[in-house]
């Protein structure tokens, strides 16, 4: 089933494009995010459904769903904020041929998705309806759940511009029940003055990781060698010169890699600015043990190599501005 989705809020957007791109039999052919760019859309794709949000800049859902009904019908599922709280705005829409509505899917605890199993049903419905047999949501994601003592973790790669975005989001984030451990192309001759820097900017708790230390919350480690950095199955870090095949030493590959291969609680990974692909297929490890992935955006990053790697591989779950990025480590329920 090929399906559009209609909204402006980055955060909607993306969930709903996690959920259809984990149900094989659906396919996302286009996003608008106002009904003006959905109409002229669909005059050169017409997908077999729309999930239409209601309240948006330029031209509403409402006045969106009454004029592609009438231009070029297609089955249209009202997808918003909340239901009852819209109630008058799901009545106008359905009035002009909108088939259902249902609330937009959020983020909830353990990195799971609140609303997804309603939005799949409402999916499946009306694919039948059009002539479609669906079976949506048997691969529903699931938390990981730690028994080990490490603390919930972000962990974060760059390379080539990322010290100013690093220092952007330490500075905007609430450093309270997880631990972030960074990997950044840079030489160990100046790791320790990079820490320094980014101390002075943030006036967060920040220092080189150490070799056999174990992790805490609430402290921002650094990768200080020219050696890969991974968390051992002991918990602790320990800095390795194998090779593995890759280019950067600090490599972010092996330290998600690294970090992949534990239980451990779910946590967050960020890829940011950089030369080359290091970090997107450690991502994806990361990703298919339910974390929750970022990618810098094109627009923000120095270089889109490293984060352009992690959104073609889909290893990311969202593409995000710095900003954004910080927003949502806030917004982050660890268990």
Known sequence: MKIAIVNDLFIAVELLRRIIQNE???????????????????????????????????????EA??????????????VTATVSGNSSKVFEAMSFGALDAVNTP??????????????????????????????????????????????NIIAIG???GGPGVI?????????ENYCLIIAQHVDEKFAQDFCNWLIQITGKKIKIAEENESPVEGIVYIAGKNSHLILEQTNKFHYTKEDFNQIFKPSVDVLFQSIADLDIKCGIAIVLTGMGTDGASGMLKLKQKKWLTIAQDEKSSIVYGMPKAAKENLSATFILSPSQISSTINNYKFT
């Open 106 to 151: 959020i983020f909830s605890k353990n990195n799971s998705i609140e609303g997804k199993k309603d939005l799949l049903s409402k999916i499946e419905i009306i694919g039948r309806l059009i002539g479609l047999e669906l079976s949506l949501g048997k691969s529903i994601l699931s938390a990981q759940k730690s028994h080990s003592n490490l603390p």
């Open 24 to 62: 094989p039999l659906l396919k996302i052919c286009w996003v608008a995010e106002n009904g003006k760019v959905a109409i002229e859309k669909c005059k050169n794709d017409l997908p077999d459904l729309i999930l239409m949000d209601l309240i948006m800049p330029i031209l509403d859902g409402v």
């Open 65 to 78: 769903t009454r004029i592609i009904m009438q231009t070029t019908p297609c089955p249209i599922l009202v």
């Open 167 to 175: 220092a952007k989001i330490l500075k905007e984030i609430h450093l």
């Open 158 to 160: 760059a390379s080539t």
